[in-house]
């Protein structure tokens, strides 16, 4: 028998590595991915293509908007940070936070797992190479599982749930050189906070500069699209 998971997708480099991961071990994958008002909503586009090109047959798409709440540059007329040096990214919460996200995220992929019948729930974030987002760190995800199997009716009927977030103690160098044994297209994901109108990448922002770093550590070609000023 099949089992399913509910894999949340952004479209970015992580969440499609994760995305694979899944499948390697035999999930059925439910991708969820979240419009929520980000200013890189051309994300959601290269979602949909990765989860196409990994032959995922359940793609959903829920919208909240998160501009009405605010207090991130993803979601408010906030400027986005560029050229931070790696001692600054390491230290302290970057303006590109968005307020309990992860949280939010993984609330409603624990609903839709409900709803498909699935205890099984993959996130893609990360705890190594990252911006220093308080809901990417490991106790989190253990914390909100906990919560997973008390505020359900599948927990309290004896399931339980379990957020698999397999790249938490990876480089992005580790996840890409993972994500290329597993055949993913790097080509089709993007992960810039900042895009241009055509959706090429800043290549200056954190997640930009984290990505190109993973991949020069990885001894793997980048296939981003950068604009011209980058």
């Not at 906990?146 to 480089?171: D, I, Q, W, Y």
Request: glycine share 10%.
């Amino acid at each position: 028998m099949v089992k399913r998971a509910v894999v949340l997708i952004s479209g970015g480099l992580d969440s499609t590595t994760c995305l694979a991961m899944a499948k390697a071990k035999g999930f059925e994958p439910v991708c969820l991915a979240v419009a929520y008002g980000q200013r890189h909503a051309v994300e959601l586009e290269q979602a949909r293509k990765v989860a196409a090109a990994m032959g995922v047959t359940d793609f959903r798409v829920v919208s909240i908007d998160l501009r009405q709440v605010g207090g991130s540059a993803l979601t408010a007329d906030i400027e986005v940070p560029k050229d931070r040096p790696s001692d600054e990214m390491s230290h302290g919460i970057p303006v590109t936070y968005v307020p309990a996200r992860n949280a939010l995220f993984l609330s409603l992929a624990l609903g839709l797992a409900e709803v498909v019948g699935s205890t099984d729930i993959y996130i893609g974030v990360n705890a190594v190479d990252y911006s220093g987002y308080p809901d990417c760190r490991p106790e989190f995800i253990r914390s909100f599982e906990s919560m997973a199997n008390l505020a359900t009716k599948a927990g309290v009927e004896g399931a339980r749930f379990t957020v698999h977030a397999p790249l938490s103690g990876l480089t992005k160098a580790d996840i890409i050189r993972e994500g290329v044994k597993l055949g993913v297209d790097y080509g089709l994901t993007h992960s810039c906070y900042d895009p241009d109108a055509q959706g090429r990448a800043c290549g200056r922002c954190d997640s930009c500069v984290l990505r190109k770093k993973g991949f020069e550590e990885a001894g793997v070609p980048d296939p981003t699209r950068y604009a011209e000023s980058a």
